[in-house]
């Protein structure tokens, strides 16, 4: 069971350390220091509310969040009666990688802004659905909307884990207000070199930024910890795109994560990568089995457990991909 009360009072600490950086937001890396407040809008494009594409059950995240089962209707008396992953989708994004799959959200920006009320409902209804847990992916330029509209759910009987699902380029100051809020970590780590990074997200920051966020979830949270059913009900789990060509960045990612944290986080490498949006030419193809394979296999020399690995590689027509212009954006198998 989830102490509403303690959530309730460690959001409000959150909001009086985090809301006075909207005047001249400094809430990511990016610190445009536009005034959100007052309607600027900074790289996300985004004002002081959230808006969001879709809050559905999602049945493709790693088996931990959404289930056993992997699809609907499966395995979900292993869980309490309960499957799926509650995700909800927010529109805009503070890194807007040139190859994103959710493009048409995160660059398009296709999606309708919702009061803070309206998105406590969301996630009251997911939990409705028979969520495992709440799951909000892009949260980081709207972390504002979101802890009012939990304070309005826990008030309502929210009793699920939070994730906080993030591409890793969050501020150091906003995860260290989020301690005790968020359950269950789920940053990406996108890259090791600047250069990399500087030319698919126009962030050559990007690692060091991230680096230092994830350090501190680890703080906060350095163990996977399963409940009923093989469920995580808190902990972190570092995910990792292998892309093509790239393979050199990706071994030096699963370095710096089994030199600097500990081996008992997740850790997810996909090889779901296909060619979207802007992707340049050098990475305009599908990942192959080839690149993925001596990645996933430096994975398991390292130790990492729990380790999520995906097929070699995915195809164009896999579930994963997205389309966010329909009803349901996923095909799921």
């Known amino acids: 069971m989830i102490d509403r009360d303690k959530k309730v009072r460690l959001i409000d600490r959150a909001l009086d350390k ?3 950086l909207e005047a001249r937001c400094t809430l990511c890396p990016r610190n445009c220091r536009v005034d959100r407040a007052a309607g600027e ?8 509310g959230a808006a969001v594409s879709h809050a559905l059950l999602h049945f493709g995240e790693e088996p931990v969040l959404s289930g056993p089962g992997g699809a609907p209707g499966r395995d979900a008396a292993e869980s309490g009666g309960r499957a799926g992953s509650g995700t909800i989708f927010f529109t805009g994004c503070n890194l807007r990688c040139l190859f994103c799959q959710n493009y048409q959200i995160s660059w398009l920006l296709e999606g309708a802004e919702v009061t803070d009320e309206e998105l406590a409902g969301m996630m009251l209804g997911l939990q409705a659905k028979g969520a495992l847990n709440i799951n909000l992916v892009s949260p980081t330029h709207v972390i504002l909307p979101v802890l009012r509209a939990l304070r309005i759910a826990y008030g309502r009987g929210l009793d699920l884990p939070l994730v ?3 591409n890793g380029y969050d501020g150091l100051d906003v995860i260290q207000a989020l301690e005790g809020v968020i359950d269950i970590y789920l940053p ?3 890259y090791r070199s600047p250069a990399v990074s500087g030319r698919y997200s126009g962030a050559a920051d990007y690692f060091d930024h991230a680096s230092a966020a994830i350090r501190e979830m680890s703080v906060q ?7 009923p059913g093989g469920t995580a009900r808190r902990g972190l789990i570092v995910r990792h795109l292998v892309l093509p060509g790239c393979a050199a960045d990706s071994s030096a990612i699963l370095g710096w994560l089994r030199e600097h944290l500990s081996p008992f986080i997740g850790l997810s490498l996909m090889s779901q ?9 050098e ?7 080839e690149e993925y394979r001596p990645v996933a296999d430096l994975a398991v020399r390292l130790g990492f457990e729990p380790l999520f690995l995906q097929p070699e590689p995915f195809g164009p027509d896999e579930h994963l ?5 329909k009803k349901e954006p996923f095909r799921w198998k």
């Open 164 to 166: 906080y699902n993030s």
């Open 18 to 20: 985090l809301a006075p």
């Open 41 to 48: 809008k900074g790289v996300c494009r985004t004002g002081s």
């Open 221 to 227: 949270q350095p163990v996977l910890a399963l409940g």
């Open 273 to 281: 990568y296909q060619p979207c949006f802007k992707a340049p030419d």
């Open 321 to 325: 991909v997205p389309d966010f212009r």
């Open 188 to 190: 990406d780590l996108k």
């Open 283 to 289: 990475i305009g193809r599908a990942l192959t089995a």
